[in-house]
């Protein structure tokens, strides 16, 4: 069941076989990028909702910087990727070349854009799908979940497989898209500017305020979200078959060129087309994309290829993280600032520990906010941004240190540097108190905990480092207690194996039974057995044998009085270590879980919690 689920076990050897090229890796890095092509014009046509139509106007002047921004951050992240072609993620980058104190600031941050990719790129499908049925509306957050549960246990099979799972939406999306963008300019051009839409757009609202610089900021800074994902190629890129450098070049160059061409497509023909954003909690929403496509190509055949291809995308554009996630933590795990459970790679080569951590993130995120992409959309973008500014300030000190002329080099990297820092502060300004502030608290709150976790390794190191040669302290044999219920075949085996320790074993019984007469009863029948089946043929054998020893459990628990008999014993006997020896069945089958108690099981934990440093725990497993 668990093959068919997420396929057959992987062999550590086989772990190049996953390793993917730009084909692939197009739909598995760029669907994050490609797919805030949809919301990010809409995000800045939301804040320009008091203008009326007069927003149309004032649209390009805001997505330009965007894409120019675009243009920079490529011509950028290529040389990300050719310094750092094996790992070139923005926590390699800061850590090696601006200190540890920039490495955390920037995984904290990026950790946060990628949750809420998810959790954007999921709503923002689920709107464009209850765009296309309205009566799917008051279902929004059941299949925000349902589509996180999907993509998860795509990427719990593996990178490979999610990219070619992902490919035929994402080349469709780009297909359908770019050539609607085209068709509406044809049309554009041909009418002199005034186009017929086919399906008419809902009419704009009524102008309630006159345009202003820090509504124009703001619109630019929601603008911004449609820049996430572009960090992905250069963070992933070790999941790229050799040579690396060429398909991460090929990977980042499909994406931006895409992601512009449709930014700046979309945009004209919203202008030209009088498309303007609607509030989606209300009925009726529909999405930029989705007027925009009903105004070119009305509401037929080709209306529901395109929309069925932006909701694939949007829904899957969360892919983009579950890339870049684990990966990035396995990174922060290996330096001990994550629990070290985040870089062990599972069955099939995947850290599944960051791909569910990543799903249940994201999902406390969709049930926080209700699925609804305009609530998520103010705390969007502020982490991708950090990221984007610290990996090019890290860049730009890399040049510095490098010998020989890389002053061209360096500049294309400190102006990205310089642009993103400005975008930064503008982001974090008109969006502070939208819901900004949120993530500008959660990244110390990270970082503080990151560190933690840190100390905690770094404690445990210390505590354990051993210094100068072996000494063996304790020589003699230990005393040995095995936990005695009755004899079977399994108490028996331990008991053999104690022997093989030391001379010294002690059978240990607990008395659980009520009334005097039948605890009497009881410790005599075993007392007997006991005599009879083990101690009188070893001393026959001329073996010393074990000895029972029966304790009182008055109130039925057994991990206390064992507790108490190793104290004595180890209070009689000091410079001595005591060894408790645990037999367990082991089960087959998770229904015999049911049947049996799990008293060995408490028992071990509670020795284990609570035992003195010259106890030693040890299971003796029995199997049928």
């Known amino acids: ?208 305020e006159a345009v202003g610089l820090w509504l124009l900021i703001r619109a630019f800074a929601a603008g911004c979200t449609a820049m996430t994902g572009v960090e992905a190629v250069s963070d992933g890129v070790n999941a790229f078959r050799e040579p690396v450098v060429r398909e991460g070049h090929r990977t980042l160059t499909v994406i931006c060129v895409a992601l512009g061409l449709l930014l700046a497509g979309i945009v004209t023909v919203a202008h030209f087309y009088q498309l303007t954003a609607l509030d989606q909690t209300r009925p009726g929403y529909q999405s930029i994309l989705s007027q925009l496509t009903a105004a070119i190509v009305g509401r037929g055949a080709a209306y529901q290829v395109a929309m069925a291809s932006l909701l694939a995308v949007l829904c899957l554009s969360a892919n983009t993280s579950f890339v870049g996630f684990p990966r990035i933590c396995r990174l922060v795990a290996t330096d001990d600032y994550l629990p070290r459970s985040f870089a062990v790679a599972d069955r099939r080569l995947v850290f599944s520990v960051g791909v569910g951590f990543l799903t249940a993130t994201a999902a406390a995120l969709l049930i926080a906010f209700r699925g609804i992409t305009d609530h998520l959309i103010p705390l969007f973008a502020l982490g991708a941004f950090m990221t984007f500014t610290i990996s090019q300030a890290g860049m730009v000190r890399f040049w510095r240190r490098q010998p020989g002329r890389n002053f061209g080099r360096l500049a294309i990297n400190a102006l990205g540097a310089l642009t993103t820092t400005v975008a930064l502060a503008v982001i974090v300004a008109a969006k502070f108190t939208e819901g900004a502030w949120i993530v500008v608290l959660a990244v110390p709150v990270i970082i503080a905990l990151l560190r933690a976790i840190r100390g905690y390794y770094d404690r445990q190191g210390e505590a354990m480092t051993m210094r100068g040669p072996f000494v063996l302290h304790d020589s003699d044999r230990p005393t040995v207690l095995v936990a005695y219920e009755e004899r079977n075949r399994m108490t028996d085996r331990a008991l053999q194996f104690a022997m093989t320790l030391s001379p010294d074993v002690l059978a240990v019984h607990l008395l659980r039974l009520d009334g005097p007469e039948c605890e009497e009863d009881a410790l005599t029948v075993l007392r007997d057995r006991f005599e009879q089946d083990i101690a009188a043929p070893l001393r026959r054998a001329g073996q010393i044998p074990p000895r029972l020893v029966q304790i009182p459990a008055p109130f039925r628990e057994i991990e206390g009085p064992v507790l108490d008999l190793v104290e004595r014993i180890d209070a009689a006997t000091p410079g001595r270590s005591v060894a408790i020896l645990i037999p367990e069945q082991v089960l087959g089958h998770w229904w015999e879980r049911l049947l049996h108690s799990r008293r060995a099981q408490r028992l071990r934990a509670a020795l284990l919690a609570h035992a003195g440093p010259r106890l030693m725990v040890i299971t003796a497993p029995w199997r049928r």
């Not at 797919?35 to 203008?51: N, V």
């Not at 290529?78 to 600031?105: F, M, S």
């Not at 309205?134 to 349902?146: F, I, R």
């Open 1 to 208: 069941m668990l093959d068919l689920l997420l396929g057959r076990r992987l062999a550590n050897k086989e772990g190049g076989e996953q390793k993917i090229g730009w084909a692939a890796a197009v739909p598995a890095m760029g669907l994050d990028g490609l797919g805030s092509s949809s919301y990010g014009p809409e995000a800045a046509l939301t804040i320009l909702i008091p203008l009326g139509v007069a927003g149309l106007g004032w649209i390009g002047w805001v997505l330009a910087p965007v894409v120019a921004l675009l243009v920079v951050l490529y011509f950028s992240y290529r040389q990300t990727i050719v310094a750092y072609p094996h790992n070139g993620g923005v926590y390699t980058v800061a850590k090696e070349n601006l200190g540890t104190g920039a490495a955390l600031i920037a995984v904290a941050a990026l950790m946060i854009d990628y949750v809420l990719n998810v959790a954007v790129g999921i709503s923002a499908g689920v709107g464009a799908l209850t765009s296309s049925f309205p009566q799917l509306h008051a279902y929004t957050l059941p299949l925000c979940l349902g589509i996180l549960t999907l993509v998860a246990l795509a990427n719990f099979r593996g990178t490979r497989e999610a990219g070619w799972l992902f490919a035929v939406p994402t080349y469709l999306f780009i297909a359908c898209f770019l050539l609607l963008i085209a068709i509406g300019l044809f049309r554009i051009i041909t009418s002199g500017g005034h186009p017929a839409a086919v399906v008419a757009p809902p009419a704009p609202a009524h102008a309630v």
